[in-house]
């Protein structure tokens, strides 16, 4: 199991739009812990103390050991709300977990690496999946799955069956189903367009000033024949 991540929280706290923004206002955050059975609790967690347990290389799928009085339960964030423009925490919510059971959770798809040779062809990498669904115990779960796009190649594709899942970890998810692509940019295909005209036209001219030679030829041949005569 990953190393334990403690994060306290405190009860008791009132409920409310006005009420939460006076403990933000503080360094702390409105949460609620649900799951297993239990009614939601609401709670209240230190900010700096939750933004350092969600720092570690499994970011929002820590596995957390939260102390909540004289308590310690494991429970994992299971969403997390910021506000829209300042981007601070505004409420988390903790879902309690048994850690031997398998549960469905969201991964992040994380592209790495730079798809030299689709910059090459003017091309354009599209993440067509930014997360999936997978199955596996808390303490299994990633904190994203890593996808190698340095082979890429215009016109192929990355599919759910090219993931590398950790062990432990598995998934629904159609294995057809697209990850990242690979396309051209419609500027490529413009100046491509662009050149085949080009050309078209070029081969035009080359081909009327053929004709017009072999007219020329032909009829000086036809006035030196009449001349003879």
């Given amino acids: 199991m990953a190393d334990d991540i403690t994060l306290v929280a405190e009860t008791g706290r009132t409920t409310g739009s006005a009420a939460s923004r006076?403990?933000?206002?503080?360094?702390?955050?409105?949460?609620?812990?649900?799951?297993?059975?239990?009614?939601?609790?609401?709670?209240?967690?230190?900010?700096?103390?939750?933004?350092?347990?969600?720092?570690?290389?499994?970011?929002?799928?820590?596995?957390?050991?939260?102390?909540?009085?004289?308590?310690?339960?494991?429970?994992?964030?299971?969403?997390?709300?910021?506000?829209?423009?300042?981007?601070?925490?505004?409420?988390?919510?903790?879902?309690?977990?048994?850690?031997?059971?398998?549960?469905?959770?969201?991964?992040?798809?994380?592209?790495?690496?730079?798809?030299?040779?689709?910059i090459r062809e003017q091309g354009v990498v599209d993440q067509v999946m930014n997360a999936i669904v997978v199955q596996a115990k808390p303490d299994a779960i990633p904190g994203h799955l890593s996808v190698d796009i340095s082979e890429l190649e215009i016109g192929h594709t990355i599919t759910v069956a090219d993931l590398d899942l950790p062990a432990g970890v598995e998934t629904e998810v159609d294995p057809e189903e697209t990850v990242v692509t690979a396309q051209v940019t419609s500027l490529a295909l413009a100046e491509e367009e662009e050149g085949e005209e080009g050309e078209g036209e070029e081969g035009e001219e080359g081909e009327a000033a053929e004709g017009e030679g072999g007219e020329s030829a032909e009829g000086d041949g036809g006035e030196s024949a009449d001349s003879g005569e």
């Fill in 22 to 118: 006076r403990l933000r206002a503080t360094g702390k955050v409105p949460a609620v812990l649900y799951g297993r059975g239990a009614d939601p609790q609401p709670l209240t967690v230190d900010w700096r103390e939750l933004r350092s347990a969600l720092t570690t290389d499994k970011g929002l799928n820590a596995l957390l050991t939260l102390k909540v009085g004289g308590k310690s339960t494991k429970a994992l964030v299971k969403d997390m709300q910021r506000h829209p423009v300042r981007r601070d925490v505004l409420h988390i919510d903790f879902l309690a977990v048994d850690v031997d059971v398998v549960i469905s959770t969201d991964v992040p798809i994380v592209l790495e690496g730079e798809a030299t040779l689709v």
